[in-house]
Structure formats: structure tokens, C-alpha cells
């Protein structure tokens, strides 16, 4: 097994016994990214090998010599940071996500830039400016969104880990479709400063690895308040690894009939079944729940997240960075000009529902009432976790489809999230861990969701699983 193949964990405990060094890790990181990117199209932006191996030199910290790559959305010092927008071409920030400032400080050693769909808009990495990324079980098919730069990178061993964002699901659906890790944490739970804002009250960075003990770390480096985030908690962060291999014996997971309908395809229902069979034989006991507003979360996700994208996405006009249409007549015309070619199709298709959704008059009778309705779906998850200790669900309704098969059906694009919209509009934590593969070998995701900042709940049962079943360790042929 090469050493791009290891989870993090494993070799954190070769570098400490001396078996491997930092050097030889980023080598044959970079080495597996020349072999394999060109068939998956992860990567946007790679950093130098002589740079990054004078980074590895001397790392110190709780991911010393650990190869980690960044969704392209989250701001490095003067490196491309893009959102794989045309729009963003040639931006180079002035200044690093928070997130980013941790893992150097831990001694993580940054690759590069992962392929993302345009902004954050979008569920299969389809609608990047840069053409799509492929997954690695099936190079015919999307590797799920936004994130899928970061669930591909990973899965086809081009990084040990990597961070994502999730706005409806646009970590842990990835991660479902290609066969990792993906976890959201509770939001405010992790700086969101630097990050290239979708929707402000939705948005979470969080961590894409090849194991619940990787991401137990990876959290445990990028939690924590950050009072250049005014919405951070805070909040004591505890040693995530510390709920590893924990009994979970006793413990209550609710499964809610709502997850479970007409939709979900059936071999993926089957693969949550045989995990929740799982969890029973490791002691936890089964509660049949329901979350009655789960059938508007998604309606209700579409006109708040438009509408803060709306808002968000007003800066990007191509006055002071970022591309600039050229030949405009005035300067309402270069607005025009740039935004109309700078933005893709989805883009303008989600800028011009939010415009609409708080313009005047409709303003009351969507967005209004949109955030009246996520109260109420929050109020359905802190009714839950009254009865039990946490919630295990599908993380997506199907496996991976193939790449074009619904860039024509925006509606069922959107149906992809359907699954992991509610724990965005709860703000609560959720994970997405392997728990089987189709007849034609492509991986399922099991999801599950705690109480705001029980992340420790998730993680330790999380890992139970994992480690009672051998998903995670299989790997695709590339």
C-alpha cells in the first residue's frame, strides 16, 4: 500500500516511529495527483513540489507532513481562489480563511485548490467553469456537489484529506457518492472567515477524510470561536478523538419514516437497513420517529438560500477583481455585461429566484414564510433528540448517477439534497459514513444527525459503525 493510500491517522503514527517522513508523503501524494487527476478532475490549482516540500521540512503540529487540499472556495494567501467561477478568474485573496491559518499552524501541507460547482451551486460538480469532476468508482459519473472536488480527491487518493463546505449537503452528499467521510459540523461550531459566502446562515466548512478517526482530527483542528466570525460560538471544543472506539451500547437512534419514500431508490434503502441492523446488534435501540416539516425543507432551502445568494453574489461585478466583460459602453453596461458572461447558467438561474423572492411584494409571501417554516423544522429535530440520541437516515436517494443525466432537470438536480437540507436549516451537525455499494459497485451513504454541537455523539457512533463493518476500507481502481 502506497503511502497516498493511508489514512492520516496512520500515518501521523509512521512519521512519529520513523517508518516514513513528511517528504516522502507529498511525494507520493503529488506523484498519485500527476498519475490519476487527469481522469478525475479534482484539482484546479496544485502548488509547486519544491514549495511543498520545503513546507514538509520541519512540520510540527497534529497533522505535521499530512497532505491536505481546499475546496476552491476557501481563501489562501495569494493563491488562486475562484469558486470555479469565470467571474472570480485571476483572483487572488490578500488574506487566509481561518480554517486555512489552523492547518498550517498544525502543520498540515496544502496541495491546491479542488474542482467545486460554480459557487456552491449545484449537487454533481457539474457546473464548475473548469468542466466537471469525474468519480473515481465510475469516471462515467458525477462525483456529487458542491463539494465533489474534495469527496473525489480523497476517495481516489490524491489527498488524505481535504475540507469542503456545506450549504444543503454539499459535503456529506459527496462524500456519500464517492465512498468517504463527510461531516457538517454544528453551525457557528467552525470559522466560517474566508470562506466565499452562498448562503450566510447556512454555510459550514467542514472535513472530507478516509475515516471517522481522520475526521475526528480534522475537526478538532478547524473547530473553535473565531471573533472574526460574528456568527462563531463560543464554545469549549473537545478532543474528537476522544470518542473513538466508544460502546454505544444503550444508546437510542430515531430513524424517521420521512427519509423512507417513494424516491429512495431501493438498493440504497436496502444498504440503510442492513446499517441500522447494525447498530442493533451493537446495542442501540431502534425509535420510529417522525419529523412531520421534512417534506417542505426543500422548497424552504431553495428560497433562502437563493435569496442570500442573491445578496451575497451583488459583489462580484467586476469593478475592483475578477473578470471584467470588455468593449462595455458604460459602466451599466460593463455590470451587465460581466455578470451576464461571468456567471453560469445555474448561477443566474438561483441569483435571479433570490432577486425575485425578496423583491417587493413577494418578500412576505416566500422568504417570510420560508423562514417561518425552518423554525419549524428545527422545532421537529430539538422534539427528536428528546427521545433519542441521535438520527440515522440515508445520506442521499440514490447512488451516483452519470455525468449529464440531469443538468437538463434543474428539479431533479435538486432532489439529490433532499436528504441533507433539514440539518442546514437546523444548523445541527450530520455525517456521512459508507454503509454499502449498489449491484454495479457504486458506494451508498449512511447519514447521522445529533443536537447542536453534539458532534462527539455522531462521531462516536460514526465509528462504531466503521469499524464493525469493512465499507470504508474499499478503494476504486483507477
Not at 496512520?10 to 490519476?36: C, E, F, H, P, W
Not at 465512498?179 to 470559522?191: A, E, N, Q, W
Amino acid at each position: 500500500m502506497g503511502l497516498n493510500q493511508q489514512t492520516a491517522a496512520g500515518l501521523i503514527k509512521m512519521i512519529n516511529a520513523g517508518t516514513a517522513g513528511a517528504g516522502d508523503i507529498v511525494t507520493d501524494t503529488l506523484q498519485r495527483i500527476s498519475d490519476v487527476d487527469k481522469k478525475v478532475g479534482a484539482f484546479i490549482d496544485v502548488a509547486g513540489r519544491k514549495a511543498l516540500l520545503k513546507k514538509a521540512e520541519g512540520a510540527k503540529g497534529r497533522l505535521a507532513g499530512i497532505p491536505v487540499a481546499l475546496k476552491d472556495n476557501l481563501c489562501e494567501v495569494n493563491r488562486p481562489t475562484t469558486c470555479s467561477s469565470r467571474i472570480l478568474k485571476g483572483f487572488k485573496p490578500p488574506y487566509a480563511a481561518t480554517v486555512v491559518r489552523k492547518l498550517e499552524d498544525e502543520g498540515a501541507i496544502l496541495l491546491g485548490k479542488l474542482n467545486m460547482d460554480e459557487f456552491a451551486f449545484g449537487s454533481s460538480c457539474e457546473t464548475s467553469c473548469y468542466g466537471p469532476t469525474r468519480n473515481p468508482w465510475d469516471l462515467d459519473r458525477i462525483p456529487g456537489g458542491s463539494s465533489g472536488g474534495s469527496a473525489a480527491a480523497v476517495a481516489a487518493d490524491e489527498a488524505i484529506m481535504a475540507l469542503g463546505s456545506d450549504t444543503g449537503g454539499s459535503i456529506r452528499q459527496p462524500a456519500s457518492l464517492c465512498g468517504v467521510v463527510g461531516l457538517k459540523p454544528t453551525y457557528g461550531r467552525v470559522s466560517r472567515y474566508g470562506l466565499i459566502a452562498f448562503a450566510s446562515s447556512l454555510d459550514q466548512i467542514g472535513p472530507v477524510t478516509k475515516s471517522v478517526e481522520d475526521c475526528a482530527l480534522l475537526l478538532g483542528v478547524i473547530a473553535g470561536h473565531d471573533e472574526q466570525d460574528s456568527t462563531s460560538i463560543d464554545t469549549p471544543v473537545p478532543d474528537y478523538t476522544e470518542f473513538l472506539n466508544s460502546d454505544i451500547k444503550g444508546l437510542k437512534a430515531g430513524v424517521p419514516k420521512e427519509y423512507f419514500v417513494k424516491g429512495l431508490d431501493s438498493e440504497v434503502e436496502k444498504a440503510v437497513r442492513s446499517a441500522i441492523d447494525v447498530f442493533k446488534k451493537l446495542g442501540v435501540e431502534i425509535v420510529e420517529l417522525s419529523l412531520p416539516h421534512t417534506k417542505y425543507a426543500l422548497s424552504t432551502y431553495y428560497i433562502i438560500a437563493s435569496a442570500e445568494a442573491s445578496s451575497n453574489l451583488a459583489r462580484f461585478d467586476g469593478v475592483q477583481y475578477g473578470y471584467r466583460a470588455a468593449g462595455a459602453k458604460d459602466i451599466i453596461n460593463m455590470y451587465s455585461s460581466t455578470r451576464s458572461k461571468g456567471f453560469g447558467e445555474e448561477a443566474k438561474r438561483r441569483l435571479m429566484l433570490g432577486t425575485y423572492v425578496l423583491s417587493s411584494g413577494y418578500y412576505e409571501a416566500y422568504y417570510l414564510k420560508a423562514s417561518k417554516v425552518r423554525t419549524k423544522i428545527k422545532e421537529d429535530f430539538d422534539r427528536t433528540y428528546e427521545r433519542c440520541d441521535f438520527i440515522i437516515t440515508p445520506t442521499s436517494p440514490t447512488a451516483a448517477f452519470k455525468i449529464g443525466e440531469r443538468t437538463g432537470d434543474p428539479l431533479s438536480m435538486y432532489l439529490s439534497d433532499v436528504y441533507t437540507i433539514p440539518a442546514n436549516l437546523a444548523g445541527i451537525p450530520a455525517i456521512s459514513i459508507p454503509c454499502g455499494f449498489t449491484g454495479k459497485g457504486l458506494p451508498v451513504g449512511l447519514q447521522i444527525l445529533a443536537a447542536a454541537f453534539r458532534e462527539d455523539i455522531i462521531i462516536k457512533a460514526a465509528h462504531a459503525f466503521e469499524i464493525n463493518t469493512d465499507f470504508h476500507k474499499r478503494r476504486p481502481s483507477l
